[in-house]
């Protein structure tokens, strides 16, 4: 089983990072100094957040336009992250 949920890469101007959170689960925040870095930490913090559910939420639609506070920064956008079950369970026994 494949779970496919979008997240929302944004670069903070103020720290220097790309920040990752997912609409369909607002305790999964993270951050890498590069886009590729946020990516794996944002599939990371997925798995987390799905572990030991037994409701997975339907994933969110793709947004077009992802609006951010510009005062802060300066690009965002979205990308699909696909995790399955067996990821979930091997990164969590670790």
Do not use: C
Request: no cysteine.
């Amino acid at each position: 089983m494949v779970y496919k949920y979008y997240g929302t890469l944004a670069h903070n101007t103020e720290d220097n990072v790309w920040e990752v959170s997912f609409e369909n689960f607002p305790e999964a925040v993270t951050f890498g100094e590069t886009p590729a870095d946020a990516y794996e930490q944002g599939k990371d913090v997925l798995m987390l957040a799905l572990d030991g559910r037994t409701d997975f939420p339907e994933p969110a639609t793709l947004k077009e336009h992802i609006k951010v506070d510009s005062r802060h920064y300066d690009q965002a956008f979205q990308l699909p992250f696909e995790v399955s079950k067996s990821e979930i369970i091997s990164s969590v026994r670790h």
